[in-house]
């Protein structure tokens, strides 16, 4: 048998995200899906490079909204390998020149 910790994180305070956030959560929850919590404390107003952001990712829970992708340029592959268990909110897309494959290879956990 083979026993897996399940992941959390946490944005306890304001954190800024920076030009680029790609890659971030890359694998995040691979084996068990992860809990993030906090994600309105990581300030992503001024974030272009979303790429990646979750990719290879399971997370239990991911609302949008708590993300400002207001400046968003780039969210390519953004969920590509996603593992979608509850997902909610929406993402800005006026300003993107790059959504390919942004949900390539997504699943979706009908539980």
Sequence with gaps: MILREQVYVEFVNKVNAGKSISRFFKNLGTY??????????????????????????????????????SHAKDVSCMFYLYGFHKISGMINMSNVDDCSWMFSDATVDDD
């Design 32 to 69: 068990e899906p992860a809990e993030l919590v906090g994600l309105d404390n990581l300030d992503t107003s001024k974030t272009e490079d979303f790429s990646y952001l979750f990719s290879d990712c399971s997370i239990k829970s991911l609302d949008l909204d708590d993300l400002n992708t």
